[in-house]
């Protein structure tokens, strides 16, 4: 698995913005998918997740009803589609894969590089 995160940026407050994260190995479609984000100064924290088969998402009470997880297995591919952002949004934004099925930051196996987000007021 070796993930590569992209599509951060800048954005004022109500924008949305899509990150995408590519694997360029071959298991992708057998790894459940999450991103995570970090913000100064505090510690990365969960934003969502998604089964190996797409079926099934999770998300942080934070941005349940503004941010979206999916994928596409067939171009290895998990994104996460951020609307109505909001100054506090505002962090690096991480993708990370697991074979397991703990969503814990700590249980996942694999990381990207981030890509930061910056959401102006």
């Known amino acids: 698995v070796q993930l590569q995160a992209s599509g951060g940026g800048l954005v004022q407050a109500g924008g949305s913005l899509r990150l995408s994260c590519t694997d360029s190995?071959?298991?992708?479609?057998?790894?459940?998918m999450g991103w995570f984000r970090q913000a100064p100064g505090k510690e990365r924290e969960f934003v969502a997740a998604?089964?190996?088969?797409?079926?099934?998402?999770y998300y942080a009470d934070s941005v349940k009803g503004r941010f979206t997880i999916s994928r596409d297995n067939a171009k290895n591919t998990v994104y996460l589609q951020m609307r109505n952002l909001k100054p506090e949004d505002t962090a690096v934004y991480y993708c990370?894969?697991?074979?397991?099925?703990?969503?814990?930051?700590?249980?996942?196996?694999?990381w990207g590089k981030g890509t930061q987000v910056t959401v102006s007021s």
């Open positions: 990370a894969a697991t074979y397991g099925k703990s969503l814990d930051r700590d249980a996942m196996d694999y």
């Open positions: 190995g071959p298991t992708f479609s057998s790894c459940v």
């Open positions: 998604i089964s190996r088969g797409g079926v099934i998402t």
